[in-house]
C-alpha cells in the first residue's frame, strides 16, 4: 500500500488531474466542520460501499483527521480489489487545519 503524507497530498493537490478523488473517510459532523475543496465524504465503515464508483478514478487518496482510519479504509478497499488507492497515512485534516491551508465548509 502506498503512504503519503497530508504534505504530500496538499503539494499534488495544486495539480491533480480531472479523474483524481479525495475521500475523506471521517464522520459527517467531522467533515462539514471543515474539509478539502472538492473532496467526497464517506465514513470509513462505509467504503466498502462505494468500491465501484472508486473503479472509475485514475487515483483515490483516502485521508482522515491523523491517520488511523485513512489507513483501515484504504485496506479495505485494496482488498476489495482496488488497485488506485493512496493512503494518507501520516498525518491528516488535523495538521492540513494546523497549516493553515484551505478549507471549505
Known sequence: MEIISIDELH???EKMGENILILDVRSPEEYSAG???GSQN???????GIVEDLRNY????VH??????????SEALINAGLDNI???GKGGMERWMQMGWPVQK
Request: hydrophobic letters at 30%; glycine letters at 6%.
Open 11 to 13: 503539494d499534488e493537490n
Open 35 to 37: 474539509h478539502i475543496e
Open 42 to 48: 464517506t465514513p470509513h465503515e462505509e467504503v466498502s
Open 58 to 61: 485514475d487515483k483515490v487518496y
Open 64 to 73: 482522515c483527521k491523523m491517520g488511523g482510519r485513512a489507513k483501515i479504509a
Open 86 to 88: 493512496v493512503c494518507v
